[in-house]
Every structure is written in C-alpha cells, then in structure tokens.
C-alpha cells in the first residue's frame, strides 16, 4: 500500500481521480479492455486506493493505446490517459521490469531515432525496435512491401536545432 | 483564400503518409492557399514519447508550436497524430502560465493566443471554403459510397480539438457529401484502429480493424475515408476488403487534379478501380 500515490499521480496526470466514482462507462468503451488484467475503472480505483505494486507491474498501463474513449465519455471529465502516462512513467523510473516489454522496446526505439535526427527515421528505428523485442520475424512482409512502395526512406532527414533537442531529452531525464 | 498559414509536415509526410501530403498540397494549392514550411521542426513525440516521459512529450511539441509563434501565422498539421500532440501543447500553453512562461524561456519564443494549431480538416472544412471547393469540382464522386472514419487523434479530447461532435463527427462527411459522394451512417467513425499497436501486436490490431471494416462493409461502402496517417496505415495492411483513402485523394480525384494513380499504387488495398 502506498497512500501517496493518489496525491503523485494526480498531480502528474492534473487530472482529478478522486472525483471517479466507478460507473464502469470507461472500461464500456475500451477498445482494448479485453487486454488488460485490470480494467481502467479498476485502475482508477487502485489509485485512489494506492495499490502501486500491483499498478506499477500490471499490463494495463503498457496496453493503453491512449485513444482517450474513455475520457472523453467519464462524467467527471477525468482523463485516463494521462493517468496511464504517469503511472508507465513511474514503472520505468523506479527500475520496475514493465509487463509488456515488446511496447517499450518500441516506444524507446522510436524516442531514440528522434535523439539522433531530431524525427523519426522508420528504416533505423524498426531495425533497433527488431533488436530490442528480438522479434525479427514478424512483419517482414509488410516492411518489404512498404519499402517497394516508397515509404520508408533509405535516408535520414535531420532538424537543423540538434543542441535544443538534446537539451529537451536532458530536461525531461531522457 | 489567399490566406498564408505556417505548415507543419511531420515526419510520415516523406514516409509511410506520402501521398496524403502529396494530395493535400495539390487540393491547398488549388483552393489558392499558401502554406510555408517551418524553417526548422522535429518529431512530435508521436504515439511514443508520452509513454515514456510526458515531459519529453511536452517538450518535443512545444518546440514546434514555439517555432510557429516565431513566424507568426495559424499553423496547419495534416498529420492526425502530430495535429493531436501540438494541439495539446498548445493548450498547455494558452492555459498553464507556469509552463508556458518555463516553455518561452527554454525555447525561445513569445506565446501569442492569436495563434491557433489547425487540423487539415479544421483547414478545409472551413465555412468560407465550401463554395470554392464545390466550384473546383471538375467530376462529381457520383455512385461512390463512402463511409467518413475519423479516429482519434482529431477528436479527442473534445476541449482540446475543438470537434464538432467527439461520438458524431460531422466535417469530413459534409466535405465529401459537396464532392458528390454518398455517405452512409455508420458505427465506428471515432472508433480505435490501435494506434502504436500495429508495430506490436499485429493480431489485436487485425482484430479492431476487422470489426471497423465490417461496419463499413454492412454500411455498403466502396472504401473508407480518414485523415489520419496511423489509421490509413493499419486498416489500408491489416484487411483485404476495402480501399481506405485519404479524404484529400477523393478532394484531387473529384478536382481532377495531382499524380492520383501514382498515391493509389501506395495503397496496399488498390483504390483505382473504385474510378
């Protein structure tokens, strides 16, 4: 049990959790709830009841696509997927292994290629995400295809302010 | 129009969204719109960096929305997702002095509430646009049965977007219907395609994008119609049944204008024999 979590995760998400009171319309609308171990009513009520072991190592967080259904439909206007944003971020920050380790060795490939170019470079950034998963195999049609139609780039496009990129990963610990 | 707006294109324009750029230019530059490049721009976190540090998401956005400011103009971002994220910076911006005085500091730049970040919908669904875009029309998109798939990135959340109607969008129906197509009903207009998922979990995907395209199917579509990169991407690789094209390709065919046949060979479901 940790009873700050509620108090953590509200100010790092600005959204008000207190305030859900589990009429279930967010997990009714979740296109990926079938997904999760928990579904999102289920995760806001662990917050507020500061169940952080559980959250923290749970597949929810990592399969929340952020579509935002759900916060769109809350009566209260809470916004699960900012939610989900900090409670993935204090996974990684506290060295929790994550549930869902293929999504984060997708996710850190693609931050990468925008640390190296400032953009994103899909033929590098799917060669580190393939390393990374060490998932080789799926998809390689489709990658082939998409490179005989023209739409990934054999080369890199940079942006020009490299030290204010840099600068912005430095700030956010990254 | 004869209106010049600051144009963001987003790393996809020269990838896996190419012909949606190349479309979209053709129809802006019919409609006698200027659009200038930002001189410099980088990725806009994407569907990525706000998984890992909201921070870095921020960040990554504020400096192209600050970039923007520094040239003064209305912003246009045709990328679903890239609109999505500057749009939420912006409004971290317009609403959080402490950030945004924190922002300008570490960017460079004046934050003027003038500014607005625009969707290419928000662009050409504009009032003043409609007579314009139906005195274009050099061949009616007659007998084409269209269903409008908007998603998510240009809809939600509603007080950041500004949508018409986050369950019933409308914009993209309406431009299409001035075009001449019918456009049916249908259930899953907002609906998620999976995003990021695509690159990790090509059955759940298959899974959203079969029950998305049985809609459209029961709805008698001949294709689908978005303005989202990541959408046109999962639906157009993960299904054999329809055509899902970009709503600036059926704004060039019914115009009559650009390398049509040359963005339909991009497609991985063939659109030419739907003209």
Same mark, same amino acid.
């Given at each position: 049990m940790s009873e700050n979590l509620l108090d953590k995760v509200t100010s790092e998400s600005g959204?008000?959790?207190?305030?859900?009171?589990? &009429?279930?319309k967010c997990s009714a609308g979740c296109p990926m709830v079938e997904e999760f171990d928990f579904p999102p009513n289920m995760v806001m009520r662990m917050v507020q009841l500061g169940m952080k072991d559980e959250l923290l190592k749970s597949k929810a967080i990592w399969m929340c696509? #952020?579509?935002e259904t759900c916060g769109s439909r809350c009566p209260n206007e809470i916004r699960i997927a900012p939610v989900m944003d900090a409670l993935r971020a204090q996974c990684l920050n506290e060295g929790i292994t994550p549930a869902d380790p293929v999504t984060v060795a997708l996710h850190t490939s693609f931050i990468e290629s925008i640390k190296t170019f400032?953009?994103?470079? %899909?033929a590098t950034m799917l060669m580190t995400y393939k390393w990374k998963s060490k998932?080789?195999?799926?998809d390689l049609d489709v990658g082939l295809k998409l490179f005989l139609k023209g739409k990934i780039p054999i080369m890199p496009k940079k942006s020009k302010n490299m030290a204010k990129i840099k600068e912005i990963f430095q700030e956010a610990g990254k | 129009m004869g209106k010049t707006f600051s144009y963001y294109p987003g790393c996809? #324009?020269? #990838?896996?969204?190419i012909e949606y750029i190349e479309a979209s230019l053709a129809v802006i530059a019919a409609l006698g719109i200027e659009l200038k490049e930002l001189p410099d721009w980088c990725c806009c +976190?994407?569907?990525?960096a706000h998984n890992l540090s909201s921070s870095l998401a921020l960040g990554l956005s504020a400096f192209n929305v600050g970039e923007a400011h520094k040239k003064g103009s209305d912003m246009v971002i045709p990328c679903a997702g890239c609109y999505g994220n500057l749009a939420q910076a912006d409004y971290v911006l317009r609403h959080d002095p402490k950030e945004r005085r924190r922002l300008e500091k570490q960017l460079d730049f004046k934050y003027d509430e003038k500014i607005r970040m625009l969707s290419l919908v928000d662009l050409l669904a504009l009032p003043e646009l409609r007579p314009a875009i139906k005195a274009l029309v050099?061949?009616?998109?007659?007998g084409l049965n269209v269903v409008c798939y908007y998603g998510c990135a240009i809809v939600r959340p509603a007080a950041i977007t +500004?949508?018409?109607?986050? %369950?019933n969008p409308l914009r993209i129906d309406s431009l299409m219907a001035d075009l001449g197509a019918e456009v049916s009903d249908w #259930?899953?207009?907002?609906? &998620?395609?999976?995003g990021d998922l695509g690159l990790t979990d090509a059955e759940k995907t298959t899974e959203l994008v079969n029950k998305i395209v049985d809609y459209a199917v029961a709805a008698e579509a001949d294709c689908l119609v978005t303005s989202c990169a990541l959408c046109q991407a999962n639906v157009d690789i993960r299904q054999q049944r329809l055509p899902i094209l970009y709503f600036t390709e059926l704004m060039a065919e019914a115009l009559q204008i650009g390398d049509r046949q040359r963005w339909w060979k991009k497609h991985f479901n063939d659109p030419s024999k739907l003209f």
């Open positions: 959204q008000a959790i207190a305030l859900c009171y589990q &009429c279930r696509v #952020s579509c400032g953009r994103v470079h %899909e998932n080789f195999t799926s | 996809t #324009s020269h #990838s896996t969204a +976190g994407a569907a990525s050099r061949k009616p998109l007659q +500004g949508v018409d109607n986050a %369950e #259930s899953c207009k907002v609906d &998620c395609c999976g």
